[in-house]
């Protein structure tokens, strides 16, 4: 009798015995997943001691994107894993079902575990002498991607994912316990969010946008059931290849199941399974080189903005850590770049120089007061791809590598790692300013020879006068008693040696530095240091490398009286929450201004360079001609700037403001900087600003410069 009973249990069936051992599954959380791993109860006992009981969920990464100032033209988006969340009132009633039918039909019947999906998982896994079932829920899946995604090292994520009783045994636990804590509906909302749907789309929102280039509201059933069916195997079944085959039966799979839980009925289930798949895939834009193809000129903007969030440390320790969060915070990026004005300034820059130029033709605008850059022009295509090029402008590199035009992702017009380009005699404002600030007025007045020997001792050359540096004019017309205005109207050399002489280089320099220029050559470096900054008579001519940007801002400073405001390509940032992101109590999308110079001294520097633009000061005498007339003719409104070009024609810049924006444009070879522009191109940049600032402003009202007061015109 004892054989028989005996022989007769050892012939239950094993899906008898499976439901025996699933019943211990929900109760004690140990036997049934050691059954499945095929390892003692003991074993997994340990496993639960140091379990947590409560999942905690890490934000999972999400898309960052960026737009042009108006909120809505999107620019691009930064990401590691595509994903946006949505709330489940924001989905088709379809992938919900669709997703419950595929990967867990009796969801809204467990309570984290199931233990029939259990008994099942049992039997196979028996049958086939491994792992062939996982039993795991949609909560359980959710608990292992929550895992995942809140993994703090590779050890933590491999562990998140491994096949080991121990990993199943936590995803159990959490699971129970998250389904005390959360609903059905918050729990589901949360898969559709985290699941991976293959091409680089996490979560239900990317993955309608790039399959079918909609929402997930819009789904339809077919449509729904197709995406549900990727995430068992997103490349398995991946629609997006030349052979559906595997994609349609998963799809109808998902469908039948739809049908056996009754979401759908009989009618809509054969027509939707006849359907062939239709996609209309999309690429979602990443990085700086994904710009609308139409829009390339962003890419330049792009970039800035990007190494501008890398110096920020507000994002993170260091530049790494900053460049993850980008790619993974999920925030709403709304930049300075207004669309119309940086159309504007492209239209024009490139009817002076086109993209295939060996030449860098290029303007950015700034706005004075805020320091937002509102747009960032240059003829020349954002692009990695060199391969057809232009020949190399230096001949010594011709047969080693390509110049950079028209593709290049070079920052040309600053914010990256050059150094720029010689400024020439845009510099002299800052040798002015110097002088205004140490208290010399308007009218100081020098005779200025065409040739003037100075105190600097420079090395012999073309501009030495023995051991002494003896620049000269570029017209003899401008010799005679200049003073401020007439000697920065007509830009007359001999007239700022001298003023540089009597304030001192020095300051010069460190007045430069004071509105935002930085050295980044060694020579430059070397020389502004505090043993030769006193020596270096050649400052004031511009002989020193500067982008740009940096120049827009100074003369910005000049519009806004002496307001100084770092250039800044943002003007909202907002976290993935909604909230403006603060740092160290303070928002970091805002205005960044002090007082750099005083009022009244940027209200005389700006007098004088009125007389550059033919507008005329409202002090003093201009001297009866100037070097850039086009520019108030073309605006005709008030406006002042100067004009700058090196030695030899290397390189040619025009920097001219309103109250409302300021503007630097110019021409040069970034590739070569000994090559010369040619006298040809020595108004180009006069006429860019002008047409540029002219469309920018049209219709608003033409505001006007407040005068000096007359201690600054006379002195005391």
């Known amino acids: ?96 079902q669709a997703i419950v039918a595929s990967e867990d039909t009796r969801f809204y019947e467990h309570h984290g575990v199931d233990p029939k999906g259990v008994a099942r998982a049992f039997v196979a896994n028996q049958q086939a002498g491994g792992v062939s079932q996982g039993a795991s829920t949609l909560t ?21 994912t491994e096949q080991t009783t121990a990993r199943k045994l936590r995803e159990m636990r959490l699971a129970i316990e998250l389904e005390k804590r959360v609903s059905k509906q918050e729990i589901l909302q949360r898969y559709l969010n985290s699941a991976y749907f293959g091409h680089r789309a996490y979560g239900i929102f990317a993955a309608s946008e790039v399959f079918f280039s909609k929402t997930p509201k819009q789904l339809t059933l077919n449509e729904a059931a197709l995406l549900a069916g990727l ?7 991946d629609p997006a290849t030349n052979d559906q085959r595997a994609a349609t039966e998963r799809r109808n799979y ?13 009618a809509q289930a054969k027509s939707a399974q006849k359907s062939k798949i239709k996609l209309n895939l999309t690429t979602p834009p990443n990085d700086c080189v994904s710009v609308p193809k139409k829009h390339n000129d962003w890419g330049f903007f792009c970039d800035y903005l990007r190494n501008w969030w890398m110096e920020q440390p507000a994002f993170g320790a260091n530049s790494q850590e900053r460049l993850e969060n980008l790619r993974r915070g999920g925030y709403k990026i709304v930049t300075t770049i207004d669309p119309d004005i940086q159309a504007s300034a492209m239209k024009h820059v490139l009817d002076k120089e086109k993209k295939k ?7 950015v605008i700034i706005e004075p007061g805020t320091g937002r850059i509102k747009a960032m022009a240059v003829n020349r295509k954002y692009s990695l791809d ?55 007025p308007l009218n100081t007045s020098f005779y200025s020879p065409n040739r003037f020997v100075t105190k600097y001792i420079t090395a012999p050359g073309p501009a030495t006068c023995g051991v002494h540096w003896c620049p000269k004019n570029s017209s003899e017309s401008m010799t005679g008693k200049q003073t401020m205005w007439s000697g920065f109207g007509k830009s007359v050399n001999t007239y700022f040696v001298q003023l540089e002489q009597k304030v001192g280089a020095d300051k010069a320099v460190k007045m430069a530095e004071r509105l935002g220029l930085k050295w980044r050559t060694e020579i430059d470096q070397m020389l502004a240091g505090p043993d030769h900054a006193g020596g270096w008579g050649a400052f004031t001519l511009g002989v020193s490398d500067a982008t740009p940007i940096e120049m827009a801002n100074v003369f910005a400073t000049l519009a806004a009286e002496g307001t100084y405001c770092e250039p800044i390509p943002v003007r909202m940032i907002n976290t993935r929450d909604g909230a403006s992101l603060e740092y160290q109590g ?99 940049s006069k006429f860019t600003v002008a047409e540029t600032l002219k469309d920018a402003l049209k219709g608003q009202p033409k505001e006007k410069f407040d005068p000096p007061p007359a201690e600054m015109v006379r002195g005391d």
């Not at 995430?231 to 079944?237: D, R």
């Not at 593709?407 to 300013?433: E, I």
């Not at 005389?604 to 086009?630: F, I, L, N, Q």
């Open 357 to 363: 130029s060996v030449y860098a033709h290029g303007e």
């Open 586 to 684: 303070k928002k970091v999308a805002g205005p960044r201004c002090h007082q750099a110079i005083r009022k009244e001294v940027a209200q005389a520097a700006t007098d004088a360079a009125r007389c550059v633009t033919g507008y005329g000061a409202a002090k003093g005498d201009c001297g009866g001609w100037e070097t850039s007339p086009m520019v108030h003719a073309i605006l005709n409104r008030p406006v002042a700037g100067k004009s700058g070009t090196t030695d030899s024609n290397r390189s040619a810049w025009f920097c001219g403001f309103t109250p409302q924006l300021a503007a630097a444009a110019f021409v040069a070879d970034p590739d070569n900087p000994e090559n010369t522009v040619g006298t040809s191109r020595g108004t180009i």
């Open 1 to 96: 009798m004892k054989q028989t009973r005996v022989a007769r249990a050892g012939r239950i069936s094993p899906l008898i015995r499976a439901g025996l051992i699933a019943g211990v599954v929900v109760a004690g959380l140990v036997f049934p997943l050691v059954a499945l791993a095929g390892v003692g109860a003991k074993e997994g006992a340990d496993a639960l001691k140091d379990m947590p009981e409560q999942l905690t969920v890490v934000p999972s990464a999400q898309t960052t994107y960026v737009y042009a100032n108006d909120g809505k033209t999107l620019l691009t988006m930064f990401y590691e894993e595509h994903r946006k969340p949505t709330k489940i009132t924001d989905m088709s009633p379809y992938i919900t």
């Open 386 to 440: 060199q391969r057809k090029n232009g020949k190399h402008s230096d001949r010594r590199l011709r047969g080693e590598v390509r110049g950079n035009y028209p593709n290049t992702v070079n920052p040309l017009l600053g914010g990256g790692d050059m150094a720029g380009y010689q400024a020439g005699s845009t510099f002299k404002v800052f040798t002015m300013l110097a002088a205004l600030d140490e208290g010399m």
């Open 140 to 160: 359980m899946q959710y608990v292992r991607m929550a895992l995942r995604d809140g993994a703090a090292t590779p050890k933590e994520a491999l562990e998140a």
């Open 231 to 237: 995430v068992k195997a997103p490349s398995a079944y």
């Open 254 to 266: 998902v469908i039948d199941q739809m049908l056996k839980m009754g979401s759908v009925t009989a």
